[in-house]
């Protein structure tokens, strides 16, 4: 008999029951969107979960940073790294402003603040960071750096739900974190985002521009955009939000499984949580140096070969995208170019069986066999 696919992730659900008790109101209320109830007691619930005062929901992590770097009205050239996903480049680029690439830490594949002075010119209006896999930034490095500047800092933290750092969370640094909801996340919503933020003046402009810029019944004073949540997202983020410590529970198990194969294997270089961290355990990077048998593009079709669906992350950098052609230099930022070309994800889920882990890494200790 084959063996079953296994998908790279999966999307938590809550039981089925739970989640229609939760919108059976709606039947009731006919009110589906326009930060109803539902919308409402999520924001109270994140709060409350993150330890912040404000957050503003959206309905998806995009539009989210889309938002806050309109509402911080920048202006001029944003420092930011290309290990990310497209969203973080192009919502930087969409808002008219100029992305300056710098490079990653080898370790943690987080921007490296030891590159982040020498970026830093009369144009520049702000630092986006992102937090990777779960691993945060040196914030405190790179907070300090822009204090001394004058900078913004906005966090992308589309990775780092969940995850705290000596008691603190990732939503608290900054002047702002914007987080995905998204079905392939360690939290999800189906879709969703949000952002966290210090000045508590930013949320009237965050509110309107989500709904078109509306100020009053009859006013519109700004050019906004579209980006509510609706109340049957919302209902799904309070009940995924229930469950997430057992979720992350689940998702520890399998790191742990993953890391007993693989761990000291010559050639595989692994990414663990830093100390003093509470980790989300969102992704499972793995990086394939010299020293492994076969090249990381080779265990990735051998996995497929098996149906297992790994996934080149990140990969291409944002800088090397076919939409930036001839507009930046990845030369810039070597590491990050380094370990674009090694590193694969392996599948990662909360009820991924822990046999079907083993056959991964059997499969992929194979390879350093052959």
Not at 135 to 142: E, F, G, Q, V
Request: hydrophobic share 40%; charged share 25%; with cysteine.
């Amino acid at each position: 008999m084959a063996s079953k696919a296994i998908p790279v992730t999966r999307s938590s659900m809550p039981p089925f029951e739970e989640y229609v008790d939760e919108i059976r109101g709606l039947w009731d209320s006919h009110w589906l969107s326009n930060m109803g109830e539902k919308h409402q007691a999520f924001e109270k619930e994140l709060e409350r979960y993150l330890g912040v005062d404000d957050i503003a929901l959206f309905v998806n992590g995009h539009q989210a940073l889309e938002c806050v770097l309109e509402a911080m009205e920048l202006e001029g050239k944003v420092i930011t790294t290309p290990y990310t996903f497209a969203s973080t480049t192009h919502a930087i680029v969409r808002k008219g402003l100029e992305p300056v690439f710098c490079d990653i830490r080898p370790d943690d594949y987080t921007m490296d603040p030891e590159r982040i002075e020498g970026l830093i010119d009369e144009d520049t209006c702000a630092i986006v960071p992102v937090h990777v896999y779960g691993n945060l930034c040196d914030t405190d490095a790179i907070e300090a750096i822009a204090a001394r500047y004058g900078l913004k800092v906005i966090y992308d933290a589309a990775h780092a739900f969940g995850v705290w750092r000596n008691g603190v969370s990732a939503a608290l640094f900054g002047d702002a974190s914007m987080f995905s909801f998204h079905a392939t996340k360690a939290f999800n919503s189906i879709e969703g985002g949000a952002v966290c933020f210090a000045d508590p003046s930013v949320r009237e402009r965050l509110d309107q521009w989500k709904n078109f810029g509306i100020t009053g019944v009859e006013t519109c004073e700004y050019i906004g955009g579209n980006a509510k949540m609706n109340e049957f997202v919302a209902a799904m983020g309070i009940c995924n939000l229930r469950h997430l410590d057992e979720e992350l529970a689940k998702r520890k198990a399998v790191a742990e499984r993953y890391w007993e194969h693989l761990d000291g294997v010559r050639g595989v270089c692994l990414s663990k949580p830093a100390a003093g961290t509470r980790p989300n355990h969102a992704y499972m990077p793995v990086v394939f140096d010299d020293a492994f048998a076969v090249t990381r593009d080779q265990v990735y079709d051998t996995l497929m070969a098996h149906d297992i669906h790994a996934r080149k992350y990140f990969y291409p950098l944002t800088t090397d995208l076919a939409c930036y052609a001839g507009r930046f230099d990845p030369s810039a930022t070597p590491i990050a170019a380094n370990i674009a070309s090694r590193v694969l994800t392996l599948p990662m889920y909360a009820d991924l069986a822990l046999e079907d882990v083993d056959r991964i890494c059997d499969i992929v200790l194979g390879e350093a066999r052959s």
